[in-house]
């Protein structure tokens, strides 16, 4: 498996420098790499209303989505060979961002009656059409809630891995 900073610094080379403002961020899990870049924000003017810079922001997105796809596809095969993963594209318009394809993978889970009552309070509320989009919609939650925590949980992850690597077997 390639390590972070090679798949991060693959996706800032390979990537044409006048796509986004600055290097892309890269993402990635087991299945799927992420590229996401910004692109120059629209300037209507201090008057412009929000309806207005949303129609423009997502107008510039789509541009840049027909413009690049061709150019897109192909580095994305090449990462897909070289890392063995999917490789998803997004970009970021001021405020908005938007993914393009990207998965969204099924992940099997054991729930016991009451963590299953929780899914189906959510489903009986409207928040949620089913149990897999209710269990989502708790991640999300998680996600935004403990943030912080889910942070230093990663780091703490990266340094046992930094200490694995530097072990006698090495």
């Known amino acids: 498996m390639a390590a972070e900073d090679e798949v991060t610094g693959w996706f800032a080379g390979r990537v044409p420098r ?13 299945e799927e790499i992420w590229v996401v870049g910004t692109i120059a924000d ?3 003017g201090k008057d412009a209303s929000a309806d207005a810079l949303a129609a423009a922001r997502a107008g510039r997105i789509r541009q840049f989505r ?18 063995g993963r999917r490789v998803a594209w997004g970009v970021r318009c001021g405020a908005t961002e938007q993914m393009f394809t990207h998965l969204a993978l ?10 299953r009552e929780i899914l189906d309070t959510l489903i009986d509320a409207g928040v949620a059409r089913n149990r897999a989009h ?30 694995r690597g530097s072990g006698p077997l090495n």
């Not at 006048?18 to 087991?30: I, K, L, S």
């Not at 596809?73 to 060979?81: F, L």
């Not at 099924?106 to 963590?115: D, G, H, I, S």
């Not at 403990?146 to 930094?162: C, D, M, P, S």
């Open 106 to 115: 099924p992940v099997m889970t054991r729930l016991r009656l009451p963590e």
């Open 66 to 83: 027909e413009d690049t796809r061709e150019a897109r596809m192909r580095i994305s095969e090449e990462g897909q060979r070289r890392f």
């Open 134 to 163: 209710a269990l989502a919609w708790c991640v999300r939650l998680v996600e935004r809630n403990q943030k912080e925590w889910l942070g230093e949980l990663r780091e703490a992850i990266a340094k046992v891995g930094q200490v």
């Open 42 to 44: 629209v300037d209507l």
């Open 18 to 30: 006048e796509w986004f403002t600055g290097a892309p961020q890269v993402r990635r899990d087991r």
